[in-house]
């Protein structure tokens, strides 16, 4: 485990609606699902915050030291796709493909990590074998060529949501049915209509529904029981309330020891969301901000709050994150000219830039409260910059501010990624050609040498320790 595991991570579980002390189900092992896109669209930036959010979940217990199993699905068949192909006048699979890689774009911009993403279509046949052993045990039944889980029999229903059966409200968030026994009752595998992409089933042709391909695809990778299952406050009720009801009347053991919903993202005081064509498109954001900004913003409010969306708060957190960046840049550049031996005034920094890192631990294990986490973070960088303004700076001091700060960087993910056309080592280089070539006084070639830089995004800047750059 990390040296930080002495801490005691804790975790709001919306189940008990209490924080819980983390205690996953096999020591040093988290098995992670989060409901992913259904891939009919670009994705906004409400679909982003969970994206994110998670990531940094899976991000921190990685850092504790956990081996992480993180599985998040594409939704790449349902109504939404089928009338996105008729629109585009192309198949199912063919738009499915287009957005899933739009949405592997987009995501790894924002830098998030690769993770296991199971499709509905490759996992049919699990599907299939579900319904069926529900459908055995009583909780399923077919009618008019659907087949639909019976939740009076699951006596649980409505334990996440914390609502009782009776006092759901219905026609809203499920489509009422006549077919249905109950108007609770939710479809498990749906009929297909003429001309509608469809598989083979005990129940003649047809496809599942949706809360059902996540309980299989979640057993299929993770088991019987997840440690952690997240996703937005909006699936709290029907989807997962619904998963519930399925996997556990089929395992018989609960589906997640910890359920995790983030708030809602707002525009304009309603809530983001593709069905009001209010949303803003992550691709269309990220040309115009930079994509770790996004991060910044998502993680300055804490996860289970609403988050306000505009233009004025992305400047804000961009701006936020230029102060950070400027600091890792300025450290790098220090770390070039220290030479110092270490004393007691250093040593004194080196406590409290420690501090900084036990301050940012514990608010990470508070139930991952991330904007306190950046506060933290924020000081380290004032108590850093007060040491680089110093005429000169210990290297082990500055090596160990450098290990701070990628640390926290590690599970926050906000600085920048190498993907840049110009690399450091290429950089340093053409500093040094245009050093060179003023001597020679080839104005002329550091001219463009300066220009080229600029092109790339590369400031430079004179310092008393010789030019400093860093990218805008």
């Known amino acids: 485990m990390g040296e930080h595991a002495k801490m005691t991570l804790h975790i709001y579980n919306s189940m008990s609606r209490h924080k819980e002390k983390f205690e996953p189900l096999i020591a040093g092992k988290v098995s ?30 990685t850092v504790l030291g956990y081996d992480v199993e993180y599985v998040m699905n594409y939704t790449d068949v349902d109504d939404k796709l089928i009338r996105k192909a008729e629109e585009m006048g192309t198949t199912v699979p063919k738009v499915a493909e287009q957005f899933i890689q739009a949405f592997n774009e987009d995501v790894r911009k924002l830098g998030v990590a690769p993770a296991v993403h199971p499709r509905v279509t490759e996992t049919i046949p699990e599907i299939i074998d579900l319904i069926r052993r529900l459908e055995a045990d009583g909780y399923a039944y077919e009618s008019g060529g659907d087949v639909y889980y019976r939740t009076s029999k699951f006596e649980e229903y409505g334990k996440l949501s914390h609502q009782k059966l009776e006092e759901l409200q219905f026609g809203k968030r499920i489509e009422v049915d006549e077919r249905k026994e109950h108007a609770q009752d939710f479809v498990l595998w749906k009929m297909a209509k003429p001309g509608e992409i469809y598989w083979e089933s005990p129940w003649g042709p047809g496809r599942p529904g949706w809360h059902i391909e996540c309980s299989a695809m979640a057993h299929k990778l993770l088991g019987e029981t997840i440690d952690i299952h997240g996703g937005g406050l909006d699936l709290q009720f029907p989807h997962h309330e619904c998963e519930i009801a399925q996997s556990e009347a089929f395992t018989g053991k609960p589906l997640a020891r910890y359920w995790m919903h983030n708030g809602y993202i707002q525009i304009n005081n309603e809530k983001m969301s593709k069905s009001k064509h209010n949303g803003v498109l992550v691709h269309d954001i990220v040309e115009r901000i930079k994509p770790q900004a996004v991060r910044m913003f998502m993680l300055s409010t804490h996860y289970r709050s609403p988050l306000s969306f505009s233009d004025e708060t ?40 420690e501090d900084t890192l036990v301050r940012f631990h514990a608010k990470m294990q508070d139930d991952f409260n991330t904007p306190d986490a950046i506060t933290a973070v924020f000081d380290f960088v004032s108590e850093l910059n007060l040491y680089m303004e110093k005429p000169q700076t210990n290297l082990t001091v500055l090596q160990r501010a450098e290990a701070i700060l990628n640390e926290m960087d590690a599970v926050l993910g906000i600085l920048r990624e190498e993907e840049q056309a110009l690399l450091d080592d290429q950089v340093e280089a053409l500093i040094e050609e245009r050093v060179e070539a003023r001597k020679a006084k080839n104005w002329g070639r550091a001219d463009e040498i300066r220009d080229e830089l600029d092109a790339q995004g590369i400031v430079l800047e004179d310092t008393p320790q010789g030019i400093r750059w860093r990218r805008k």
């Not at 009919?40 to 217990?61: E, M």
């Not at 804000?316 to 004393?343: F, G, K, P, T, Y």
């Open 314 to 353: 992305l400047l804000q957190a961009e701006q936020s994150l230029s102060r950070i960046q400027n600091a890792a840049d300025n450290l790098r550049h220090r770390m070039n000219a220290a030479v110092v031996l270490l004393n007691d005034d250093h040593t004194a920094v080196l406590g409290r830039m």
């Open 32 to 61: 992670m699902y989060v409901c992913g896109p259904t891939v009919y669209g670009y994705i906004h930036i409400g679909n982003a915050r969970p994206v994110i959010f998670f990531d940094t979940v899976r991000r921190y217990l």
